[in-house]
């Protein structure tokens, strides 16, 4: 069974950092793409983040420079390091598996429940 | 970037009810359009992609219409587990664009 599951969200003070993990089962993180979105109180859903198959990351312009996207095979985990955090980024991060299907872009095939950041003082 | 509108904001609806959901591309995506579903404090699910075809494990009751800039998720007859809120997403241009969301209410 294909499952992620999201750790690492808590309260942070602004500017501090916080790395998010995301445990993968059912799939091989190396042998996919794989993302983060998040989704802010009372607001709907914002892509973030995602790492391709062969290693190419990409990031929306809110994070780009401040958030770092990794994966590591050996766990079969993706990781997702927020730097200089701000108020704005508070919300729910979700991790979620990308999929191919023929005549698609990269669709999120699989997502886990969220985690939790806070970013407050 | 590309830009989703998704239409309308919120629906009530009763079970048994046939809804429609819209939602617009600022450009032309062709048919790369996914639909989700999301209930609170639940992972969101993928409903359909590439405008029209039915993820696995779906009830068929759910379907996608449309390309270009033009979009519609239907559900043929509501159900009480499809309360819920809706986004559309774009796969087209690389910033996978979530429209606002629709929220599904029961009336």
């Known amino acids: 069974e294909v499952q992620v599951v999201e750790t690492g969200g808590r309260l942070i003070q602004p500017g501090g950092s916080l790395r998010l993990s995301c445990a993968a089962s059912?799939?091989?993180?190396?042998?996919?793409?794989m993302t983060w979105v998040r989704q802010a109180p009372g607001k709907g859903l914002e892509w973030v983040s995602i790492i391709y198959t062969g290693g190419n990351t990409d990031y929306a312009d809110p994070v780009r420079g401040r958030f770092t996207i990794s994966r590591d095979n050996s766990n079969n985990t993706l990781s997702l390091q927020m730097d200089s955090l701000r108020g704005e980024d508070t919300a729910v991060y979700y991790c979620?598996?990308?999929?191919?299907?023929?005549?698609?872009?990269?669709?999120?095939?699989?997502w886990g429940q969220g985690t939790l950041v806070t970013v407050s003082s | 970037d590309i830009q989703m509108t998704q239409s309308p904001s919120s629906l009530s609806a009763s079970v048994r009810d046939r809804v429609t959901i819209t939602c617009r591309a600022s450009q032309n995506i062709g048919r790369y359009l996914n639909w989700y579903q999301h209930k609170p404090g639940k992972a969101p699910r993928l409903l359909i992609y590439?405008?029209?075809n039915l993820q696995s494990g779906v009830p068929s009751r759910f379907s996608g219409s449309g390309s270009g800039t033009d979009f519609t998720l239907t559900i043929s007859s509501v159900q009480p587990e499809d309360f819920a809120t809706y986004y559309c997403?774009?796969?087209?241009?690389?910033?996978?664009?979530f429209g606002q969301g629709t929220k599904l209410e029961i009336q």
């Open positions: 059912g799939f091989t993180v190396g042998s996919t793409s």
């Open positions: 590439a405008a029209s």
């Open positions: 979620a598996r990308v999929a191919q299907f023929y005549g698609s872009g990269p669709t999120f095939d699989y």
């Open positions: 997403q774009e796969s087209y241009g690389g910033s996978f664009t």
